[in-house]
């Protein structure tokens, strides 16, 4: 069974900090591992990573996949209040099968 | 058991036309998806049903209706549709909620010329 564990759980910051939020995965075939935020009902897709090494940045948000350690992780730096959200890091895999970690929750506080 | 099906697998529109994807599952689940992806980019969510009777709006909702006919079945409406939405397009459900494990429909090509 493909399992998908984030960590923190939870984590509270202040304004400008930089916080990194770690994925690690056990997937059978695994195809990609993506990224969301998640504010109010639904998540907003933020990466989509395939390849090991290759850093996918968004303004202030960056996120980088290690295929032979089976982890990602989602930096955040110079941390704003609207960053305050849920992350969900989620792995595809070649059985098209979307398998969701249990989140982070992050709140910036001003 | 098929899983979650999806028709057509592929479809050629003109701006304008209108179509309707179809969805079904077979696995008693309560949660249903659509996603588009474009190359490049991750599954971004359209519209999803939490449970039967009920839809909300995702990420890039725009240019897109639904309906969840029942607890099998969720379909997506282009009512005129515009080459932005030029994209494959993925049906998924889950037993509960976004982060249950989401089984995903083979996909429908959609070029819209």
């Known amino acids: 069974e493909d399992k998908v564990v984030q960590s923190p759980l939870s984590l509270v910051v202040h304004e400008g900090d930089t916080v990194t939020l770690n994925c690690s995965y056990e997937?059978?075939?695994?195809?990609?591992l993506l990224w969301y935020k998640q504010e109010k009902k639904a998540p907003t897709f933020l990466f989509m990573l395939?390849?090991?090494?290759i850093e996918k940045k968004s303004g202030r948000l960056s996120s980088i996949l290690d295929k032979k350690e089976l982890f990602s992780i989602l930096n955040i730096t110079a941390t704003q209040t609207g960053d305050s959200a849920v992350y969900l890091c989620a792995c595809h895999n070649a059985g098209n099968m979307l398998t969701f970690g249990g989140g982070t929750r992050l709140m910036v506080k001003p | 058991n098929a899983g979650v099906t999806q028709t057509p697998k592929f479809q050629v529109l003109k701006t304008g036309q209108s179509m309707t994807l179809q969805c079904a599952q077979d696995?008693?689940?309560?949660?249903m998806y659509w996603y588009r992806q474009d190359p490049g980019m991750g599954l971004r969510l359209i519209y999803y049903s939490a449970s039967e009777g009920t839809t909300d709006k995702g990420e890039v909702p725009n240019g897109y209706n639904v309906s969840r006919l029942n607890k099998r079945e969720f379909s997506l409406r282009l009512e005129s549709a515009a080459p932005s939405q030029t994209s494959v397009y993925f049906c998924?459900?889950?037993?509960?909620?976004?982060?249950?494990?989401?089984?995903f429909g083979p996909g429908t090509r959609l070029t819209v010329l």
């Open positions: 998924a459900s889950s037993e509960r909620g976004f982060t249950d494990t989401q089984y």
């Open positions: 395939t390849s090991s090494g």
């Open positions: 997937v059978t075939n695994f195809r990609s």
């Open positions: 696995m008693n689940h309560n949660s």
